[in-house]
């Protein structure tokens, strides 16, 4: 775990990694993608965001949501047991672009 003060900031069952960096609106600073990771029971989710840093301030360009699960190590029944989410866009100078999500889901391997 990881604290600050008294305060559970992070455990060992949920993650934050930073997987890729882009300038998506063509402004000359980068952006991130945080994607945090969470495990419980025999099951994965996996969530991502879209920050900014300009002026230092962190700012939430875009929240993904869930983009992928995997279920199939839970003993509780999912309808839709591995999901994953594909996220395609075009540059747009100025401005956030138009995220493009297309999610596909899957049944475990036997």
Known sequence: MVYEGSEALAHLWQRANVLAVHDVDLDGLL???LVT??????SLQRYATLWDFAGGEPRLVHDFGEVYADY??????????VKHT??????????PPAFEVATRSGSCRQ
């Open 31 to 33: 952006e991130v993608v």
């Open 72 to 81: 199939c190590g839970s003993f509780l029944a999912y309808d839709t047991p």
């Open 37 to 42: 990771d969470q495990f419980d029971q025999g």
């Open 86 to 95: 594909r996220v395609t866009f075009a540059p747009s100078p100025g401005s």
